[in-house]
């Protein structure tokens, strides 16, 4: 069901949505520090690709797993209140990456501010892209391409403030997201709760759970484990196989070309799907990004090499905001709860597979292991073709349900 106004806000329409895109950017371009901060980190805390690769997947896990548990929470207690809360928490906890004198420390930074970002994520891609807009793919597409913006921004800006200040300058960056996490939490409207008022409180929302939404789940899996690949070992990469600087500009740039572009196509996803369908758009652009991927990996560092950087993270991307939607449409009375399972639960299960990535590293070497990465994206297609074609109404009358086809590549409105 929709989200019902029971405590009016301060914003509505365009300016929310505007306002959410730049927390979500703000947001984002913390979690983006690591991966730029990777071989310096490795470097200070003295650790191995393998130790790297647990405290990737440490975040990765945090930031995204308990995006159901939170989401079905924010459904029940208030989309504000999770919202502000979150970004504040990612905030402080991320900025002080900087300063954490050991693994275990930098682990349990990274942890809360995981936890931080994944409250922010479902509470907010519910409010901008639930039932009641118009075209929910274009919305949770601007949504996210405000987080990738941020995202793209995150590793020049700290790769800047470090190369200037020292790595213990990044507390700083904590300023901007406690300054928004107070402007949600004051701006933003109360939503009636979707749970059934009286009802035993649960960590989890089981209607949130289908064959739809786990096998969006899946893609959501195999395509983060392709965008941590790049967030997070292609600098490693770089440094060990290109031989750049462990604080060289390119790594920022490399990054920011694949995070800028990746919003853009989450933009031009968002606009194609409805066009085009849902399950073509989406696995035409996974073997895209792939092919695209290992293109890249040929080139020399340049020019050449950001231009298929940037084409990566665009193809990558594309398919996002139709798997978002398609789980809102395929669990209506828990929108947020489905939204936290496939983006958080997929994302979480990606960390997961980084551990193997990892080992993989280790024992067969950087180039090896990224391609492996790489060519499950493979999978990932086949899977979003399945997961994203249109499908009858079982829940109308048997006359009437011939004529009622849930094609995830319309827009919610015309439902």
Do not use: C
């Not at 975040?59 to 207690?77: E, K, N, V, W, Y």
């Not at 696995?283 to 695209?292: D, F, I, Q, R, Y």
């Amino acid at each position: 069901m929709p989200h019902v106004v029971t405590r009016p806000g301060r914003l509505y329409g365009a300016p929310l949505a505007v306002l959410l895109a730049v927390v979500h950017g703000v947001n984002d371009a913390l979690t983006a520090i690591l991966g730029a901060l990777l071989p310096t980190l490795q470097v200070r805390l003295d650790v191995g690709p393998a130790t790297l690769a647990v405290l990737v997947a440490v975040f990765a896990i945090s930031s995204s797993a308990s995006q159901p548990t939170l989401g079905a929470l924010a459904d029940r207690f208030g989309l504000r209140r999770f919202a502000a809360v979150g970004v504040g928490l990612a905030a402080v906890s991320l900025s002080l990456v900087g300063v954490a004198g050991s693994p275990a420390l930098l682990a349990l930074v990274l942890i809360l501010g995981g936890l931080g970002s994944a409250a922010l994520h479902p509470a907010a891609a519910s409010i901008v892209g639930g039932p009641h807009v118009a075209k929910p793919g274009l919305a949770v597409g601007l949504f996210t391409a405000g987080g990738m913006a941020g995202f793209a921004a995150g590793p020049i800006v700290v790769l800047m403030l470090v190369a200037n200040r020292g790595l213990e300058a990044t507390v700083w960056l904590m300023i901007p997201g406690v300054l928004l996490a107070g402007l949600l939490f004051w701006l933003l409207p109360d939503y009636e709760p979707h749970s059934i008022r009286g009802t035993r409180v649960s960590v989890f929302d089981r209607s949130s759970v289908n064959r739809r939404t786990l096998a969006l789940t899946g893609v959501m899996a195999l395509a983060g484990l392709v965008f941590l690949t790049f967030t997070s070992a292609v600098p490693l990469w770089l440094v060990g196989e290109r031989h750049l600087a462990a604080n060289a500009p390119m790594l920022g740039w490399v990054l920011a070309a694949f995070s800028l572009a990746a919003g853009l196509g989450a933009v031009v996803g968002g606009v194609a799907g409805p066009r085009f369908g849902y399950s073509t758009t989406a696995s035409v652009s996974l073997l895209g990004a792939g092919a695209m991927f290992i293109i890249m990996l040929t080139l020399p560092v340049g020019w050449p090499f950001l231009v298929a950087a940037a084409l990566t993270g665009l193809l990558l991307y594309m398919s996002q905001p139709l798997l978002i939607v398609a789980a809102q449409e395929a669990s209506p009375a828990a929108p947020t709860a489905a939204a936290g399972l496939v983006f958080g639960g997929g994302s979480g299960l990606a960390g997961l597979l980084y551990l193997a990535f990892g080992a993989l590293q280790v024992h067969l070497g950087a180039t090896a292991a990224i391609l492996i990465s790489v060519s499950l994206l493979l999978p990932a297609a086949a899977l979003a073709i399945q997961a994203l074609r249109p499908r009858v109404d079982l829940t109308l009358p048997p006359q009437l349900s011939q004529h009622h086809v849930l094609d995830a590549s319309q827009d919610s409105g015309s439902r």
